[in-house]
DNA sequence: AGATGTGAAGCCTTTCACAGCC
DNA sequence: GGCTGTGAAAGGCTTCACATCT
C-alpha cells in the first residue's frame, strides 16, 4: 500500500471530508476502543500496542488493527497507537466532537431510569428534554429537566435540535411516538420497546430489548445443560432436561422437549395447561 | 430433502434430544420471531406465512425460512406454519418451557428499573434475588423482593438455583461481582456495566451498553450530515460540519476534525478544517 | 396455485500470516 | 526486534431462485 489520506476524503480541496464507509461490525466496535482508550488515558498510557488496546476492549488483536486500519493509518510500526490521538479520531468519526442533543419519550420505570444515567452525559450526549402521554407525569422534575407532554414533542424538537430520540413507552405507543419523532425530523432512534418500528429510508433505529438478551442466553444454558447431560447418563436434577422442573411451572406453559404427534396436516394442540 | 426428524435429535432412542446446533444469527433473532408469534396468536391468527411472519419480525422472508428450517421442518408447504407449534417449538428450543432464576446484581438508578420490568417476568423469567453492596440500601423492598447484601451472594444464588445474573452495578464493581456470580455457579451473565468481564471457559456474557448505542447513532448521523451537505453546497446551521458546533461544549472536549501535531511520518492529511 | 425448504451464489466478517516500517 | 497494516484464505450470514410438497 501506499499514500493514506484518512480513507475516503473527498477530493474537494478544503471541503468538509467524507466520512470513510466503515463496516458496521467495525462501527459497532468503535464506541468499546473508544472506551478502553479512556482509561489507559487515564491511568497515564500515552501509546499501547494493538495487542494491549485489544485485550482492554475483548477482542483479538487482528480485528482490532483491521478495524483501525479502516480508519487510516494513525499507529506507528514498532511501537503501537498514541492513546490521544487515536481517542481524537475515533471521536472524529463517530461524530462525538459535539455533544448531541437526546430526547427521551416515556419516563416510566425504564425512562426514569434512563433519564438519570450518567453514563449518557459522560460519553458525548445530552439529554435536553423528556416526554410522557400521562398527563399526571407532565411537569414532573427528573434530573433538572420537567418532563413535557408529548404533544409538545414536535415544536420543542425543533428548538432543542434534537438528533436522536429514545423510546421508553409500551410497545403500544411505540409506533406513534416514532411518527411524531420522524414528523419532528428526528432521524436516529433508539427503541427499548418490544416491537419492530416502521420508519422511512434514511432513518436509523437500534433496539434494546432487555428480554430478548436473556432468552439468547436462555438458549445457551439449555444447550449447556443438554450436553453435559447427554453424553453423562442420569439426567437427575436438572430442570433443564426434567420434563417437570423444579422451577415454576408459568406462563410459557412447559412443553415435551420434542413436538408431539405430528402426523396429520392437523395441528396437535399441546400449548393449553 | 427427506423425513424430517426434529434437526439434530440423538441416536438413542427416547433420549432427550440434543439441540440443533444453530447459528448465533439464528439465535439472536429466534425472540424476535417468538414474540410476533404470541402477538399473532393474540390477534387470533392460528397460522402464518413465512412473509407474513417476517413482516412482523422486521426480517426479510427468505432469512425468516432458513432460520426456521433450523430448527426441523415445522410448516406446511402451500399453507404456512402453525402458530402454536411453532410457538411452542421456539420455547423449547430457547429453553422456556421452564421459568429461570434471575440474579439482579446492583439496584441504583438502572438495577431499580430492571427490578420493575415486567417484560422479564412475562417472557419467560422470575427475578429470584436482588443484591448491593450498598448497606444503606440492603433490606429495601423492590416489588416484593428484599435487598440483600452482596456477600449473601454466594450462599443465595445456589439457594435459589440462580441461572442467569444481571450486573447493574458501576464499572468498577463489576469484575467483583462477576467472580462472586461465576463462583456461586452462574454460568450466563448479562452485563450492563460499560466495561469487559474476564470469566473461564463455559461462562456466557452478553452485554448492554447504552452509551454505545447511541455513539452507533451518532456515526451514522454524522455520516448522513457529511453526506447530504457535502453535494449541496452551503454548510450551514449543520453542528456536524461546524467547527464550532451550536450545541453545548463538553466532556469529550470539542476537536479540531483532524488531530493536532501530527507532522512528520505524515501522510496527506485532508480531515483538517 | 401457493408457500415451504434449500442448494448455490454473493457478500460480509474474521482470521491468518507476513511484508514493510520504525 | 517489535509492531502495524494488509493481501489472501477461511468461515459465516444473507439472498436468490426454484424444486418440492400440500
Not at 510500526?77 to 437526546?102: K, S
Request: net charge negative.
Amino acid at each position: 500500500m501506499s499514500q493514506h489520506r484518512p480513507a475516503g476524503a473527498s477530493g474537494r480541496a478544503g471541503a468538509v471530508p467524507a466520512l470513510p464507509d466503515l463496516p458496521e461490525a467495525t462501527v459497532a466496535r468503535l464506541p468499546e476502543y473508544l472506551r478502553a482508550l479512556h482509561n489507559l488515558a487515564e491511568a497515564g498510557d500515552d501509546t499501547v500496542s494493538s495487542e494491549g488496546l485489544a485485550a482492554a476492549a475483548g477482542v483479538n488483536s487482528a480485528k482490532l488493527r483491521k478495524d483501525l486500519s479502516h480508519l487510516g493509518s494513525y499507529g506507528t510500526r514498532g511501537v503501537g497507537y498514541d492513546v490521544a490521538l487515536l481517542i481524537h479520531q475515533i471521536e472524529y468519526v463517530l461524530g462525538l466532537t459535539h455533544r448531541r442533543a437526546v430526547a427521551l419519550v416515556g419516563v416510566g420505570n425504564l425512562g426514569h431510569a434512563l433519564a438519570g444515567y450518567a453514563g449518557f452525559a459522560s460519553r458525548g450526549f445530552r439529554i435536553a428534554a423528556l416526554f410522557d402521554a400521562d398527563p399526571t407525569r407532565v411537569g414532573e422534575e427528573i434530573n433538572g429537566l420537567t418532563v413535557r407532554h408529548i404533544d409538545d414533542l414536535l415544536q420543542t424538537a425543533a428548538e432543542e435540535r434534537i438528533a436522536i430520540g429514545v423510546i421508553a413507552t409500551p410497545a403500544s405507543a411505540a409506533q406513534r411516538v416514532t411518527d411524531l419523532l420522524v414528523a419532528a425530523g428526528v432521524t436516529s432512534i433508539l427503541n427499548f420497546a418490544p416491537c419492530v418500528l416502521a420508519v422511512p429510508e434514511g432513518v436509523d433505529v437500534r433496539k434494546v430489548d432487555l428480554a430478548i438478551e436473556l432468552q439468547i442466553l436462555s438458549f445457551h444454558e439449555h444447550r449447556k445443560a443438554s450436553l453435559t447431560a447427554l453424553p453423562g447418563g442420569r439426567d437427575e436434577a436438572d430442570p433443564d432436561l426434567a420434563a417437570t422442573g423444579t422451577e415454576d411451572t408459568a406462563a410459557p406453559a412447559p412443553v415435551e422437549p420434542a413436538p408431539p404427534g405430528r402426523t396429520r396436516p392437523t395441528r396437535t394442540e399441546v400449548v393449553g395447561s
